[in-house]
């Protein structure tokens, strides 16, 4: 079967004349005429009616329609991407990021990128940091978002803004009128505290071992969100990054810097060794961008 003849299959499906197939298709009715003749010649059956003036589709004609229509439709498609990689581009973008970085950064980096490119698709990962990095050297993911560290020899990764750790706790907490929290202060209070597997939460034990206080610790979680809605709920105090503070606390809730200051570094990942395509590259930028405003607010 030629393509042709397929589509105009479709054409007079779709529009139920061949005089109407021929102007969409852009050819003379006899051209379409011939073509409708040759497929039904190729297949040994008829695949239209005539009826008071118009072509109605036969069973076969409907039996054979969905994959007919579909294999255009998918022709179609390698069209475009054919000429999307010829542009350099590839109408498609994977990244992969920490959870709590989807409730205001990358929504603000997707706003601003598909305003420049609104014919992609950006496919978001949040997954943990490990997940991530393995997506990454395995090039399933184009970008990733993290906090560092993150040590891998196979991926290109670029510092971005560093963020403060905070202690978020119910306004009506006694402690809520602080101005700065350190271990002193936290001694004996409720903590809610990031998953052991952390980084941020290696840095925080750091801090409370080095002022010689105990941890009384009421929850942990590697979710960011929970800490703080926790928090919000009086559970205790969650000690988490400023950013995701900033961007999960709820009313009736207050931040507060944690002191000794302990630093989070954000950085985008790419695979060292997969060129970067257009869609990447801008995308980049605008998770840059992103990173910076948010530091700045």
Do not use: W, Y
């Not at 076969?60 to 294999?71: C, E």
């Amino acid at each position: 079967m030629r393509i042709r003849e397929l589509e105009a299959f479709r054409a007079i499906l779709e529009t139920g004349t061949v005089s109407q197939a021929a102007r969409s298709l852009g050819v003379s009715q006899p051209a379409v005429s011939r073509m409708l003749a040759r497929l039904e010649d190729q297949i040994g059956f008829e695949l239209f009616h005539r009826i008071s003036g118009r072509l109605a589709p036969t069973r076969a004609a409907l039996a054979l329609s969905k994959d007919v229509l579909g294999t255009l439709e998918s022709i179609e498609n390698l069209g475009k991407i054919t000429r999307a990689l010829q542009q350099g581009r590839f109408g498609e973008v994977r990244i992969g990021c920490a959870p709590s970085l989807v409730h205001r950064l990358i929504p603000q980096a997707m706003e601003r990128f598909l305003s420049d490119m609104p014919e992609t698709r950006v496919i978001v990962e949040p997954r943990p940091s490990r997940i991530v990095v393995e997506m990454l050297s395995s090039h399933q993911l184009e970008l990733g978002l993290l906090f560092l560290p993150i040590e891998h020899p196979g991926l290109e990764v670029t510092p971005l803004r560093s963020f403060s750790t905070v202690c978020v706790l119910h306004d009506e907490h006694p402690l809520a009128t602080m101005t700065t929290l350190s271990p002193l202060e936290l001694s004996g209070e409720r903590l809610i505290l990031l998953a052991r597997s952390d980084p941020a939460r290696f840095a925080i034990d750091h801090a409370f071992r080095n002022a010689r206080k105990a941890q009384k610790i009421a929850a942990e979680t590697p979710n960011v969100a929970l800490a703080v809605s926790l928090a919000a709920r009086r559970i205790g105090v969650a000690i988490v990054n400023e950013l995701m503070a900033r961007d999960t606390a709820p009313a009736g809730t207050v931040i507060v810097p944690f002191r000794p200051e302990l630093r989070h570094q954000m950085a985008l990942l790419r695979p060292a060794s997969l060129e970067s395509s257009a869609e990447a590259a801008r995308l980049a930028d605008c998770l840059t961008e992103a990173v910076d405003a948010v530091a700045c607010d």
